[in-house]
């Protein structure tokens, strides 16, 4: 099984710590029905939120899709790989940076309050009752990277899209 995420935001901005675009995430989850068969999408899904940053997004991204594979009746039979263009998410997930974090009060290296907690919190909640890999691709390589790059575009600009 297979999912490729992402996340986008207008006007990546901050104010007193707090995020103020127009985001939106999105996920791709595909499974291979049987050795014969080739990849097919069996779920898909993006949305927007107000008030954030692409790195929020990023997160709500994988989040999201584990938590609906989570709910899904979809049979997970094999290692999930996890695909994202987003190198600080796949970096912490692969090197488990939240664990220094929980460890040091989510204090990051600096000392400083890890942004973006609840939605790491989250995210850490939603993969840890699956066995993941996780790759880093470059944007735009990949057919689904692709795909989940121009939903969670479209996302941010409060154009949603439906769920499969």
């Not at 490729?4 to 791709?28: F, I, Q």
């Not at 090197?95 to 220094?100: A, E, F, H, L, N």
């Not at 390589?141 to 409060?158: E, L, N, P, W």
Request: charged share 30%.
């Amino acid at each position: 099984m297979n999912i490729y995420t992402d996340g986008a935001c207008k006007e990546n901005l901050r104010d007193n710590g707090v995020g103020c675009g127009s985001g939106g995430w999105a996920y791709v989850i595909l499974d291979q029905p049987s050795e014969r068969e080739d990849m097919e999408i069996v779920m898909m899904k993006s949305d927007s939120k107000d008030g954030t940053t692409n790195q929020e997004m990023e997160i709500t991204a994988v989040a999201e899709a584990f938590e609906a594979l989570k709910h899904s009746d979809h049979k997970v039979r094999d290692a999930i790989v996890l695909y994202s263009d987003s190198a600080y998410v796949i970096n912490c997930l692969k090197d488990r940076w939240y664990d220094k974090w929980n460890a040091n009060g989510w204090l990051n290296s600096k000392k400083k309050p890890v942004e973006n907690r609840d939605a790491w919190e989250r995210l850490i909640n939603s993969i840890k009752d699956f066995n993941v890999d996780f790759f880093h691709v470059k944007r735009n390589t990949t057919k689904y990277i692709r795909i989940v790059d121009g939903m969670a575009k479209k996302a941010s600009k409060q154009e949603k899209t439906q769920e499969h």
